[in-house]
T-cell receptor, first 115, second 112 residues
Framework: EAQVTQNPRYLITVTGKKLTVTCSQN?????MSWYRQDPGLGLRQIYY???????DKGDVPEGYKVSRKEKRNFPLILESPSPNQTSLYFC??????????????FGPGTRLTVT | GENVEQHPSTLSVQEGDSAVIKCTYS??????FPWYKQELGKRPQLIID?????GEKKDQRIAVTLNKTAKHFSLHITETQPEDSAVYFC???????????FGTGTSLTVIP
């Protein structure tokens, strides 16, 4: 089954404790992206990747890191989480980079709480 | 960067009535405008999209219109049903398609 998976689905952590949210897709998609969703703010793009070893900042990259060492995986890293990073995070993938008309498939989401 | 504004933030309609959600964008270079539906606790899913060389697109009860001159686009849902209740997001993307800018969402409630 074609899908985007994220782990963990729920995470409660403390300020400053490094964490990684994994994202994996089995559709051989070139493009992957991370978004955060906050009430009243919609979805905001954190980072995106056009292919292996090619990543770029979205609208709200501060406090986050990403890597794309393999085509299928695009982990989101919070080196020193802070309470303002409490949010619902979505990973998404799309068949081709450079062509937005291909449908973007979203993962199930990761709800992160930083205390 | 691009700024996408979406109105209204909440919308209640009677079953069978029409619903209209409007978005404006700021960057005239944006040329792709998707709409997503997000049911409670679920992931966003694409329901319809439009490119800047098209003024209107329909898919059964859903239609999207685009006015490039005024830089606004709208989602129209006709004959609404309770299962249309969800949060709807508009978005805009540049030709390269790597950055997406979302509106703040509209919570639609269809009253049976």
């Amino acid at each position: 089954e074609a899908q985007v998976t994220q782990n963990p689905r729920y995470l409660i952590t403390v300020t400053g404790k490094k964490l990684t949210v994994t994202c994996s897709q089995n559709m051989n998609h070139e493009y992957m992206s991370w978004y955060r969703q906050d009430p009243g703010l919609g979805l905001r793009q954190i980072y995106y990747s056009m292919n292996v070893e090619v990543t770029d900042k979205g609208d709200v990259p501060e406090g986050y890191k990403v890597s794309r060492k393999e085509k299928r995986n695009f982990p989101l890293i919070l080196e020193s989480p802070s309470p303002n990073q409490t949010s619902l995070y979505f990973c998404a993938s799309r068949r081709l980079a450079g062509d937005p008309t291909y449908e973007q498939y979203f993962g199930p989401g990761t709800r992160l709480t930083v205390t | 960067g691009e700024n996408v504004e979406q109105h209204p933030s909440t919308l209640s309609v009677q079953e069978g009535d029409s619903a209209v959600i409007k978005c404006t964008y700021s960057d005239s270079a944006s040329n792709y405008f998707p709409w997503y539906k997000q049911e409670l606790g679920k992931r966003p899913q694409l329901i319809i999209d439009i490119r800047s060389n098209v003024g209107e697109k329909k898919d059964q009860r859903i239609a999207v219109t685009l006015n490039k001159t005024a830089k606004h686009f709208s989602l129209h849902i006709t004959e609404t049903q309770p299962e249309d209740s969800a949060v709807y997001f508009c978005a805009a993307s540049h030709p390269a398609g790597n950055q997406f800018y979302f509106g703040t969402g509209t919570s639609l409630t269809v009253i049976p």
